[in-house]
């Protein structure tokens, strides 16, 4: 459900506000034929076969995925890659295939950071960029961050996610240019299986839980990419069988109802929960020494706080 809401968020600031007609099925006014009806009707939750299907009554302009539709509206690549953490990779059929978690690898084109290279001009841009962040080159280093010059990934930085075993799970790949085509680009792969970081997590102390890999990268200690902003059902079961004590959601403000839900649940299976209220910037754009202070400042939630907290979004 909270899923949903979120998508019908997202659809909302792409093509405007869509009015509800029969189960999941929503109707929207259609930027391909602006006729004065709304006559573009997509069904927000995915059939057995993961599809999103969408059609314009009057042009016939139509799809099987959510994905086709923004590809063909030409949106912004941080909406597509929005769409995607609430998708998590269903491709409808007219997309590439999900991957299996096991078979996500580093881009073939992957240089390393650790090896400098001051002859590369794509090195030295990638440089700047990390360092015009605050990402140290310890950062780096920890994290085992790289570039691409050529290919698919091609200007990008590319942060790689390690599970317990030191074995690849997931990585962000994230331009540097000025206006690029596509801000971000990552695998398709189910989200729920796997948890961001794993292999640097210390399971006995505090963990911080936020949106982005460039989030947890300024958080520094023991923080855990969602890449996205739902909690992974691995990451769930992880925190629930190891008995984490304490958990910091560090959440954009934009999704505050959906983190006093999850620290409610979190409450729920006895942990102590803080909500680490960041204003109108992510931890990523705080940098570490400003965001620290947020983190001390934060106090922990009661089911009367969270209550309270829920009736001033009202």
């Not at 240089?111 to 780096?140: C, F, M, W």
């Not at 994290?143 to 075993?165: A, F, L």
């Not at 992974?232 to 992880?238: G, I, M, R, S, V």
């Amino acid at each position: 459900m909270e899923t949903k809401r979120l998508l019908l968020g997202l659809l909302e600031t792409v093509i405007g506000k869509g009015k509800k007609t029969s189960k999941d099925n929503y109707a929207y006014y259609c930027p391909f034929c602006s006729h004065k009806k709304p006559k573009l009707e997509i069904n927000v939750t995915p059939s057995a076969k993961g599809e999103n299907p969408w059609h314009c009554w009057v042009c016939d302009t139509k799809g099987k995925s959510l994905e086709s539709l923004f590809k063909r509206l030409k949106v912004s690549s941080d909406k597509l890659f929005e769409l995607r953490t609430y998708t998590r990779g269903n491709s409808g059929g007219d997309q590439e295939q999900i991957q299996d978690k096991h078979t996500v690898a580093l881009p073939k084109e992957f240089i390393s950071l650790a090896k400098p290279n001051e002859n590369s001009v794509t090195y030295r841009q990638a440089i700047h960029y990390l360092s015009a962040r605050g990402i140290t080159g310890e950062d780096i280093l920890k994290h085992n961050m790289g570039y691409c010059e050529k290919g698919k990934y091609r200007n990008k930085i590319i942060v790689p996610s390690y599970d317990k075993t030191g074995t690849i799970n997931y990585f962000i790949a994230r331009s540097f240019e000025k206006d690029p085509a596509r801000k971000y680009d990552a695998p398709i792969c189910n989200k729920n299986e796997f948890i961001g970081f794993e292999n640097l997590i210390n399971w006995n102390v505090p963990v911080i839980l936020c949106e982005g890999a460039f989030d947890a990268i300024a958080a520094k200690r023991n923080a855990i990419p969602l890449f996205g902003k739902l909690i992974p059902t691995a990451l769930k079961t992880k925190l629930n069988e190891l008995q984490v004590k304490t958990v910091y959601l560090a959440l954009d403000k934009d999704v505050l109802k959906l983190a006093l839900k999850y620290a409610q649940e979190l409450l729920d299976l006895g942990k102590e929960v803080y909500l680490v209220e960041l204003e109108d910037k992510d931890p990523s754009e705080l940098g570490f020494t400003r965001f620290t202070e947020y983190l001390h400042n934060a106090e922990p939630l009661t089911f009367r706080t969270i209550l309270s907290k829920k009736l001033e979004l009202l």
